[in-house]
């Protein structure tokens, strides 16, 4: 009887044609991101289409409408921000307008006035500011608006509160501090 000397093991392992090419798997690139570090200071306005990192020092104007903007431990930004998303773990000062969400984590403080549609603040983290949560839908709301002011009530806002009732989405952990100027306060008589 004649047995083969392959073990069957390891027959099945291997394709029968050693001429079979097979392509390597694509691997998707990581997001391109542009990164200003520690050491740098920028004055003036920079903008992009690419995400942007900032463990340095901004002063002026940052937009990036159509990403991502992180503000990393060290870093210090003292201007507005317009971004799709952005991230606070450093310091900033001056207002933001985001079109996706605000994330200001535990180590992160927001000197200024917030609209975006989304935003979550986690504990520890420092707001000092107005916060406006709104629909992605009405981003000219606030203009149209205006007239209407006047007939506010005198009641202070509240973020989840006017995130539950415009039904957007608002997340405060325990502990955070949410500070609310009180010049935008208006009174009805």
Known sequence: MLQSTQNPATASKFPPNPNTFT???NVAAPMEQATIGRSL???????????????GRIEGTVNFADSRVTIGR???VVANITAKEVVIMGKVTGN??????????????????????????EDGAV???????????????????????????????????????????????????????????????
């Open 23 to 25: 392509p390597p798997k």
């Open 41 to 55: 200071v920028i004055k003036g306005e920079v903008s992009g289409a690419e995400s942007l990192y900032v463990d």
């Open 74 to 76: 060290n870093g210090v």
């Open 96 to 121: 933001i307008q985001c079109t996706d969400r605000l994330d200001i984590r535990s180590e992160g403080s927001l000197t200024g006035d917030v609209v975006t549609p989304r935003i979550c603040v």
């Open 127 to 189: 707001v000092k500011g107005a916060v406006e949560v709104r629909s992605e839908q009405q981003p000219n709301a606030k203009a149209q608006s205006k007239p209407s002011e006047p007939a506010k009530s005198a009641e202070p806002p509240k973020a989840a509160a006017a995130a539950a009732s415009t039904g957007n989405s608002a997340t405060l952990a325990q502990g955070s501090k949410v500070i609310y100027s009180e010049s935008n306060r208006t009174h009805s008589s």
